[in-house]
């Protein structure tokens, strides 16, 4: 059974930061892509960052560079994004996914060909 577990959300003040951890299971991950994205309710969802877990590669939102980083552990099936300098715009659930590697990271951050879901994770951000 595929299954992408968020964890690490929380409350944080404006400034702050918090590491996001997706932890993988049932598919073969050096194989896939693996992307953050973000939704606040009636709102649309969000690319935040995707990695390769085959090449490291990344691709990341304009509204996040310089302040938020993705990376990978492949022994341990699972992906992080530390996010510093947090804004009260960040807030929103957090969500990862997976994608078929010939996706890219690009396409993956643009939410094509996204295969499987986690819950999400809530992020608050206060000012």
């Known amino acids: 059974e595929v299954q992408l577990v968020e964890s690490g959300g929380g409350l944080v003040q404006a400034g702050g930061s918090l590491r996001l951890s997706c932890a993988a299971s049932?598919?073969?991950?050096?194989?896939?892509?693996i992307g953050w994205f973000r939704q606040v309710p009636g709102k649309e969802r969000e690319g935040v960052s995707c990695i390769s877990s085959s090449d490291g590669s990344t691709d990341n939102a304009d509204s996040v560079k310089g302040r938020f980083t993705i990376s990978s552990d492949n022994a341990k099936n699972t992906v992080y994004l530390q996010m510093n300098s947090l804004k009260p715009e960040d807030t929103a659930v957090y969500y990862c996914?997976?994608?078929?590697?010939?996706?890219?990271?690009?396409?993956?951050?643009?939410?094509?060909?996204?295969?499987?879901w986690g819950k999400g994770t809530l992020v608050t951000v206060s000012s």
């Open positions: 996914a997976a994608g078929l590697a010939r996706i890219g990271t690009s396409y993956c951050r643009m939410g094509y060909g996204m295969l499987y």
């Open positions: 049932g598919f073969t991950f050096d194989d896939y892509v």
